[in-house]
């Protein structure tokens, strides 16, 4: 059984993202930290949890 968990992230320039994922935390994280470095900004709040 495939266990998703819902990530919410907000990027230092105000914009935002949620979507369910099976990846683990650090893998989640650090897509994140990639979108904003490649964005220009950064990873301010993140929330990862068992939906």
Known sequence: MICL??????Y???SAESYLSPATYNEVLEQAR?????????VRGFTFRLS
């Not at 968990?5 to 907000?10: A, D, E, M, T, W």
């Not at 990639?34 to 950064?42: L, Q, S």
Request: proline share 0%.
């Open 5 to 10: 968990r819902l990530v919410k992230i907000i």
């Open 12 to 14: 230092g320039d105000g």
């Open 34 to 42: 990639e979108v904003a470095r490649a964005r220009g900004t950064f």
